[in-house]
Each structure stands twice: as C-alpha cells, then as structure tokens.
C-alpha cells in the first residue's frame, strides 16, 4: 500500500515502509534512496530545486500533515533519523519563546 502524492512537477509514492518512488519522464518508478545526506543526520529528497525531508514527505502522507507547515518538528519515537516508517513518527508543535 502506498499513498500518491505531487510535490511542485513530481509525482511520488510514499510506502509504509518508509520507502519513496519518484516517477520519472518516461512513466517509470524508481525508488528515491534512503541514505544519511544531511549533517544532521536525516535523508533530504531534492523536488523541483526545493529540499524535503523524507520524514516530512512521510508525515505528509500518513499523518495528515501538511507539508509546508513549518510551525512543528517531525520527531522520531525511537530517536533513529533514518527509521521514517509513519509508526514510528510524532508530530510536535515548536515552542515559541515570548521575550522578556
């Protein structure tokens, strides 16, 4: 099972496990590689120019959030960067700080 999504030109598919397909011109799939591409330890995807997070994606298809909402963090119960099953997902409104 798998939920279809458009970002900006691009069409993707979003696995439970985790997993991304990025269609591509000639109406093929291929699969969008799950490697530690950023300092902080996550995998960013690179669509139309923009980069996302692959847990954001996942967020985006599973957990109803959208994905240009920048007010919260996307955590990881098991404090694994690279696990982006959505089990594994929470969603966490950042704190604004009021200054003195």
Request: hydrophobic share 30%; aromatic share 8%.
């Amino acid at each position: 099972m798998y939920v279809r999504l458009e970002i900006g030109d691009t069409t993707i598919k979003v696995f439970q496990d985790g997993s991304i397909h990025r269609k591509k011109n000639d109406d093929s799939w291929k699969i969008i590689e799950d490697s530690c591409n950023h300092i902080k330890g996550y995998n960013v995807i690179l669509i139309s120019k923009e980069q996302y997070m692959r847990s954001k994606i996942i967020a985006a298809a599973y957990l109803n959030h959208d994905l240009y909402d920048n007010s919260v963090f996307i955590c990881h119960k098991d404090n694994n960067k690279m696990n982006c099953c959505p089990d594994n997902l929470y969603i966490k409104p950042k704190i604004k700080k009021e200054l003195p």
